[in-house]
């Protein structure tokens, strides 16, 4: 039988995005399936190191931007209802009480399990970041290499 491989588009900086990107990246593994995910402009923060980052050799506005952006999966906002993080905090003890997961973990899950990270090389430029400020993981390629694997995967999602 021919193995199966999805292909994930993570375009989203969101912390409820991630969360089901990754707990469809990481149940698809489960089930033998290759997967990739793709990290575009805000999706790229998911990906950010907060004890990587730096402020050398960037611009003025690379550093702002740097300051004012998420530094890491656990600092993204919800995409509905974050009411200056309030939701977010609801919706972690929530999880809490479940028992669930944090996302930090679906990630940590996603490269245990052998996930591939590829990260946009023009939005890493964009957003000024340095591919040593992002997981060890990712993998900086070009908009043609993500298209080559979207189309030979069974399935593509765009988050």
Same mark, same amino acid.
């Given at each position: 039988? =021919?193995? !199966?491989?999805?292909?994930?588009? /993570? *375009?989203?900086?969101?912390?409820? $995005?991630?969360?089901?990107? +990754?707990?469809?990246?990481?149940?698809?593994?489960?089930?033998?399936?290759?997967?990739?995910?793709?990290?575009?402009?805000?999706?790229?923060?998911?990906?950010?190191?907060?004890?990587?980052?730096?402020? =050398?050799? !960037?611009?003025?506005?690379?550093? /702002? *931007?740097?300051?004012?952006?998420? $530094?890491?999966?656990?600092? +993204?906002?919800?995409?509905?209802?974050?009411?200056?993080?309030?939701?977010?905090?609801?919706?972690?003890?929530?999880?809490?009480?479940?028992?669930?997961?944090?996302?930090?973990?679906?990630?940590?899950?996603?490269? !245990?399990?052998?996930?591939?990270?590829?990260?946009?090389?023009?939005?890493?430029?964009?957003?000024?970041?340095?591919?040593?400020?992002?997981?060890?993981?990712?993998?900086?390629?070009?908009?043609?290499?993500?298209?080559?694997?979207?189309?030979?995967?069974?399935?593509?999602?765009?988050?």
């Amino acid at each position: 039988m =021919e193995k !199966k491989k999805i292909n994930l588009l /993570m *375009f989203s900086g969101e912390y409820d $995005k991630a969360l089901a990107a +990754l707990i469809i990246a990481n149940a698809a593994r489960e089930m033998e399936v290759e997967v990739t995910l793709f990290f575009a402009f805000w999706g790229l923060f998911l990906l950010r190191d907060p004890e990587k980052m730096t402020l =050398e050799d !960037k611009t003025t506005y690379e550093k /702002m *931007f740097g300051m004012m952006t998420p $530094k890491g999966p656990e600092e +993204l906002p919800l995409s509905k209802m974050n009411f200056g993080g309030i939701g977010k905090e609801m919706l972690l003890e929530m999880m809490e009480d479940d028992k669930a997961p944090r996302l930090i973990d679906f990630l940590n899950g996603a490269i !245990k399990k052998g996930v591939r990270f590829y990260g946009c090389k023009l939005s890493v430029e964009i957003m000024g970041l340095k591919k040593e400020e992002l997981i060890p993981e990712l993998e900086i390629v070009d908009a043609k290499t993500y298209l080559e694997d979207a189309m030979a995967s069974d399935m593509q999602l765009f988050i």
